[in-house]
């Protein structure tokens, strides 16, 4: 499925700005490759969800994956790998909000916004009805 969160600071600016909203999905930690850009639960810091880029994926020796991580502003990567039971999800959309500096200018109004969002929703709609589509063309 898919999450909504809200980015809370800079650690990942200049790619997305603090009051950012993003469209998290959930999916097998094994697809994830390098620069992509996850969103997980992170018990070791004060900040209970954190959305970082993958820098390295490494196997475990047990078995497992763990994920190195970094915000693209932070110059080092974080000093805990991200274990793959933490994963929540992989960002899929980036949503700037009105006041937010990365914010283009058509979205300056909340009719903007408005349109962006009935837009994202269009075409989860679009994909869904395909999707079915699809499945019903393989089963037959």
Same mark, same amino acid.
């Given at each position: 499925?898919?999450?909504?969160?809200?980015?809370?600071?800079?650690?990942?600016?200049?790619?997305?700005?603090?009051?950012?909203?993003?469209?998290?999905?959930?999916?097998?930690?094994?697809?994830?490759?390098?620069?992509?850009?996850?969103?997980?639960?992170?018990?070791?810091?004060?900040?209970?969800?954190?959305?970082?880029?993958?820098?390295?994926?490494?196997?475990?020796?047990?078995?497992?994956?763990?994920?190195?991580?970094?915000?693209?502003?932070?110059?080092?990567?974080?000093?805990?790998?991200?274990?793959?039971?933490?994963?929540?999800?992989?960002?899929?959309?980036?949503?700037?909000?009105?006041?937010?500096?990365?914010?283009?200018?058509?979205?300056?109004?909340?009719?903007?916004?408005?349109?962006?969002?009935?837009?994202?929703?269009?075409?989860?709609?679009? /994909?869904?009805?395909?999707?079915?589509?699809?499945?019903?063309?393989?089963? /037959?």
């Amino acid at each position: 499925g898919y999450r909504l969160y809200r980015v809370v600071g800079s650690s990942m600016e200049p790619t997305f700005a603090s009051g950012a909203l993003l469209v998290v999905q959930s999916v097998d930690p094994a697809t994830i490759k390098p620069n992509t850009i996850i969103t997980y639960r992170c018990a070791r810091s004060i900040v209970a969800v954190t959305t970082h880029r993958v820098k390295t994926v490494e196997k475990l020796p047990a078995g497992g994956i763990s994920f190195v991580t970094r915000g693209d502003g932070n110059p080092v990567a974080d000093p805990y790998p991200v274990c793959e039971c933490e994963l929540i999800g992989v960002v899929r959309w980036v949503v700037a909000v009105p006041g937010s500096p990365s914010l283009p200018p058509y979205l300056s109004h909340m009719a903007g916004l408005g349109m962006v969002m009935a837009g994202m929703y269009f075409i989860r709609i679009l /994909h869904q009805h395909h999707g079915n589509q699809l499945k019903n063309h393989v089963m /037959h």
